[in-house]
């Protein structure tokens, strides 16, 4: 019923609208600031295997998260310093115009689990239930947006 609700009725996709531009806003200033500020993503890579999540045992929590950033990530910072900032900016993009709402949700969260994986918290759990109920609405997160003219519905 709720998922019914979620995905069909006109006033929750009011409020998905509400929650889709608060998450974008977030994403397209992030990835805007990174785009004209000179970021650079090696120091919070060379930090995240440094100081990677540990467990109450004194071991890595995600072992195979930190040798994925040591083995690939931290060789390839170049790729990602232009992969982070464009993401993050054609995400908020995506989100803020409605235009395919629900893949841009499901890269924030991707993007979100990444950061999180590697140690940051911050307001990532937040958004990633955002990025969720976006995803599990579907076409009415993005209905009063462009979804409504893209998708063939």
């Known amino acids: ?3 019914k609700t979620l995905r069909e009725n006109n006033i929750a996709a009011g409020f998905l609208t509400l929650i ?11 990835g805007f600031g990174k785009l004209t500020g000179g970021f650079d993503a090696s120091g919070f890579l060379a930090n995240a295997v440094k100081n990677p999540v540990m467990g109450p045992d004194g071991s890595p929590v995600y072992g195979w ?21 464009w993401g993050e900016f054609l995400v908020g993009l995506g989100l803020m115009l409605g235009c395919l ?7 924030a969260v991707v993007m979100n689990f990444a950061f999180m994986l ?6 990532n759990p937040t958004d990633i239930l955002m990025g ?8 009415n997160a993005g209905k009063f947006g462009l979804d409504h003219y893209v998708l063939p519905i």
């Open 1 to 3: 019923m709720i998922n």
């Open 20 to 30: 889709r531009l608060y998450l974008g806003y977030a994403w397209l200033t992030a």
């Open 65 to 85: 998260y930190v040798t994925f950033i040591e083995s690939f990530a931290l060789p390839n910072a170049a790729l990602f310093n232009v992969m982070i900032p």
């Open 101 to 107: 709402t629900t893949a841009a949700a499901f890269f």
């Open 118 to 123: 590697a140690g940051t918290v911050s307001h």
């Open 132 to 139: 969720v109920i976006i995803m599990a609405a579907g076409y």
